[in-house]
């Protein structure tokens, strides 16, 4: 039994889509993380900070996203989502994975909040330095750990989606759009964005807005 503890226009979004391409079955669990009086306090059996994403696999609770997809991934690999051990693309596919959740993210949301500090003062570096970076690599290759799709695109394609076309807060750079258009077709894209809307419509703090 595969459980998915999920809420709609979330980080847990990029794993929705996962599942799709993993193409298995899964009991997708809907914590509300924007209801009045916030998620129930025994949800944090489950998840610490009562966040989303969150899986449950034979008994087995994993969390952080790239926990999560590196698990699932190599769980089912018929799915061709994750380079083999042994397979040169391994590390550079590992390195974008947990870029996502260890500095793409943290830095995207420093800059949203207008938290200004040097380079060396957190882990996860500068914003302009992830930018650089991000874009350096799109431009070097047409995916995130080379010349194929693999979860890691998952991940990456979420956040630049997210954070560049709906926040507004990271920069539009022709590496990126061009990047969202090559994985923008992926028919499990299509099915994780249209489950994510419909739940979404099911959310008080959505009413009005979907």
Known sequence: MLKFYHAPWSRGS??????EELGVDYELVHIDIRAEGGVPEDY??????????????????????????????DAFPQAGLAPAIGDPMRGPYLTALV??????DPAISAHAHGLTYKSGDY??????????YVERKLTENPFAAGDRFTAADIQL???????????????????????LER??????????????????KTVPAWEGKV
């Open 123 to 132: 882990s996860f570096g500068l914003f302009d330095d992830m930018v650089a």
């Open 157 to 179: 394609a979420s956040g630049i989606g997210y954070t560049m076309v709906q926040m507004k807060k990271l920069p539009e750079r022709p590496a990126f759009t061009a990047y």
């Open 44 to 73: 944090r059996r489950i998840q610490p900070n009562k966040k989303v994403p969150a899986i449950e696999h034979d008994g087995v609770v994993i969390t952080e996203r790239a926990a999560i997809t590196t698990y699932l991934a």
């Open 14 to 19: 990029g794993v929705l889509w996962l599942m």
């Open 99 to 104: 870029y996502c959740d260890a500095v793409f």
């Open 183 to 200: 994985v923008g077709d992926r028919p499990a894209w299509k099915r994780a964005q249209a489950k994510d809307h419909a739940l979404a």
